[in-house]
């Protein structure tokens, strides 16, 4: 019952960015399903397992190859879908925090808060890089693998 609630929350408020960023309102729906499974992902991980940055880089490359893929079918850019759904990845309660303790003045904490803030944010954009340099790789390969097909076929119907 947690994870449909996460799943159905995260999703509203991952459609709800991509309507504020203005995208086309047939990627609004599957930007808001990404978002939703990566946050899925990021709180299986982090409560079952204490592991918030694996959560944060798994989910990331989820959102990443479903970027990848949607932007494949709907023939848009692959930024109208991952920018929205990064936003319920992103460590807003780190920044909150590290303003906080900067304010009071606990320096070391509000370093430590922001060092894990940085550490997050460097997580989900290696992980978005990892997810679509690995799918333009393998777009590449099957469009090498086809061009090779079609020019052997060449070859056997001249002989």
């Known amino acids: ?18 309507y504020y ?9 599957f930007c808001g399903i990404s978002g939703a499974i990566a946050r899925i ?4 991980l982090n409560i079952n397992y204490g592991e918030y940055f694996l959560g944060n880089f798994l989910g990331a490359i989820v959102i990443g ?3 990848e893929f949607y932007a494949r079918k709907f023939l848009m850019p692959s930024s109208i879908f991952i920018i929205p759904s990064l936003t319920v990845l992103c460590p807003g309660n780190g920044i909150y925090y590290t ?9 070391a904490k509000a370093l430590s808060n922001f060092t894990e ?7 989900l954009a290696f992980g978005i890089l990892i997810a679509s340099a ?25 002989f």
Do not use: D, H
């Not at 960023?21 to 609004?28: A, E, G, R, T």
């Not at 061009?147 to 060449?154: A, C, I, L, V, Y």
């Open 21 to 29: 960023f203005q995208c086309p309102k047939k990627s609004i729906i």
């Open 65 to 67: 190859f479903l970027g």
């Open 117 to 123: 803030t940085i550490m997050t944010a460097g997580i």
């Open 1 to 18: 019952m947690y994870y449909l609630l996460q799943f159905i929350f995260s999703a509203i408020a991952t459609m709800g960015f991509g």
């Open 99 to 107: 303003m906080y303790n900067l304010v009071t003045g606990n320096r």
């Open 134 to 158: 690995s799918s333009r790789s393998l777009n590449g390969f099957k469009r090498r693998k086809n061009e090779f097909s079609k020019n052997n076929q060449k070859k056997i119907i001249k």
């Open 41 to 44: 992902i990021f709180q299986f």
